[in-house]
């Protein structure tokens, strides 16, 4: 079983900075690709951030130059830095396994930290 706990959300002024931490339990993580999600109120869910297992990066256009993934395979632990915050980037932001062969092909998600965005 996959278990992913977020942490390091909070409320911030714009221009201000917060970094995300996901703890991922099992055995699974350095064989995983993993994910920054987000989702503001009424609005769908959209993809933030993707790490591949190997450690390549890809962001989506509205966070690029401002954010940054990360990951450390020795802590089981996937990381969001986030700068130069909007408050745009007010949201609940999950994160996620990609399924693949060492999770029987199951997607895995956290329960969400809230980051708002306010002066």
Not at 30 to 44: H, N, T
Not at 74 to 95: I, R
Request: glycine share 10%.
């Amino acid at each position: 079983q996959v278990e992913l706990v977020e942490s390091g959300g909070g409320l911030v002024q714009p221009g201000g900075s917060l970094r995300l931490s996901c703890s991922v339990s099992g055995n699974v993580f350095s064989f995983v690709d993993m994910a920054w999600y987000r989702q503001a109120p009424g609005q769908e869910r959209e993809l933030v951030a993707h790490i591949s297992s190997s450690g390549t990066p890809k962001y989506a256009d509205s966070v690029k130059g401002r954010f940054n993934i990360s990951r450390d395979n020795a802590k089981n632990t996937v990381y969001l830095q986030m700068n130069s915050l909007k408050p745009e980037d007010t949201a609940v932001y999950y994160c996620k396994v990609d399924r693949n062969y060492f999770t029987s092909y199951k997607d895995y998600w956290g329960k969400g930290t809230l980051v708002t965005v306010s002066s």
